[in-house]
């Protein structure tokens, strides 16, 4: 599924109390035929049990955290262990299995090591997504879009993204781009800001199979407001660039 055989592909899956939802997602994962590497990201003892279990197929390797440290903080353990492992790729996936593994494979299709591309997934929702949710995202998109000068980035906070492990890696020892939810969007925008290349691809997305959500209310609106101060001040420093960059973007 990796396309070019000298590029080494993982499946990451960051994982927090989805005792209900994982295996099933795994299940629907195996038809990529990749390596999954599980981060857990300090589950309680129901959960953990779950992915002990899972973690017995040989082609799954389980990451455990001490406590919750966030989805961004498992993500960079994730991505630490991949890099570890020999692997030049890392797709992200929720656990939840609220993403289409139909969808997936065009990630790693027609890919080599060097293949230095985010790729990231925007979200093609069905019936099941609240429309309060799927309206609030443009606040986030907006403020992307304002922070890179660019629709280069069409949806920062969908949970599927293909991360080139080495230069993704390079970037979050500078920038560690949050511990929790505002890692998804913080990370493309520095990646963006660096130059580098991004891809958009759809995935379907259904609500979460166990209808369980980890956003913290007060927690991660304060966290995401503070990223995105970050991220606009950010942007006025580096103006004079995004804007010779997006001139010759369009010259």
Excluded at 140 to 169: E, Q
Aim: aromatic residues 6%; hydrophobic residues 45%.
């Amino acid at each position: 599924m990796s396309g070019d055989d000298s590029a080494r592909v993982a499946l990451l899956v960051p994982v927090y109390n989805h005792a209900g939802a994982i295996a099933h997602t795994l299940e629907h994962l195996k038809a990529l035929a990749l390596p999954i590497i599980l981060v857990d990201d300090g589950s309680d003892a129901e959960c953990a049990a779950v992915l002990d279990t899972l973690a017995q197929a040989p082609d799954v390797d389980l990451v455990r955290l001490a406590a919750n440290r966030g989805k961004g903080a498992a993500v960079r353990s994730g991505l630490a262990r991949a890099a570890a492992r020999g692997f030049t790729h890392a797709l992200q996936v929720d656990a939840d299995g609220q993403h289409e593994a139909q969808d997936l494979p065009a990630f790693v299709r027609h890919l080599n090591a060097t293949d230095e591309c985010l790729r990231i997934g925007y979200p093609r929702f069905d019936d099941s997504v609240p429309r309060h949710r799927f309206y609030s995202r443009y606040i986030t998109h907006s403020l992307v879009w304002l922070a890179t000068l660019s629709f280069a980035l069409r949806d920062t906070m969908c949970g599927v993204k293909l991360y080139p492990i080495a230069a993704v890696n390079r970037l979050i020892a500078n920038h560690p781009c949050g511990d929790r939810m505002e890692f998804d969007t913080e990370l493309p925008v520095r990646w963006v800001w660096q130059g580098g290349r991004v891809e958009n691809l759809p995935v379907r997305v259904r609500y979460p199979v166990d209808g369980v959500s980890h956003f913290a209310l007060w927690r991660d609106n304060v966290l995401l407001a503070g990223m995105h101060l970050r991220l606009v001040t950010g942007m006025l420093k580096r103006l004079p660039a995004l804007l010779g960059r997006r001139q010759q973007t369009l010259s």
